[in-house]
């Protein structure tokens, strides 16, 4: 098993998760945003297949959809009714960062701040109440 796959085993456990670390967003060059954001893509999916390994004994899997839009780069990680939506809008030279997670009312932008926080992220999603 990996670490990741230990902490979302210790998660069912009881365990409590940890909350991802995050920063205002701020714009980049494209070329740096869109970079951090394949990075950020392809880390999603291994970690979402590892936690799926140990989830899919329990019933509810994680979910990730590329969502892209016009002038964007996305894609969404869902479990349950719980949902985080990591985008990067480009204009121009500049591109802006940013998560979206459902049923929070931040009023600044904000970005995590590394892509080891997708990590706790997704554990945060787990374990979050149910949104109503």
């Known amino acids: 098993m990996t ?3 230990l902490a979302v085993q210790s998660l069912l456990d009881g365990e ?12 980049r060059s494209v070329a740096v945003a869109t ?12 970690l979402v297949s590892e936690a ?25 990680v869902g479990f349950a009714d719980r949902r985080a939506r ?3 809008a480009m ?11 459902a049923g929070e009312r931040d009023q600044d932008p904000k970005r995590l701040a590394g892509e080891e926080e997708l990590r706790a992220l997704l554990l945060s999603l787990l374990t979050a109440p149910a949104y109503h």
């Not at 409590?16 to 714009?27: C, D, N, Q, S, V």
């Not at 390994?53 to 964007?72: K, T």
């Not at 204009?91 to 997670?101: K, Q």
């Open 86 to 88: 990591i985008r990067t």
């Open 3 to 5: 670490p990741f796959m």
């Open 91 to 101: 204009s121009g030279r500049d591109a802006v960062a940013e998560l979206i997670i």
């Open 16 to 27: 409590e998760a940890p909350a991802p670390a995050t920063e205002p967003a701020a714009p």
């Open 35 to 46: 970079d951090e954001q394949v990075i950020i893509r392809s880390l999603a999916e291994q």
């Open 52 to 76: 799926n390994a140990i989830l899919r004994e329990h019933g509810e899997v994680f979910s990730l959809v590329d969502d892209s839009e016009s002038g964007e780069l996305a894609f969404t």
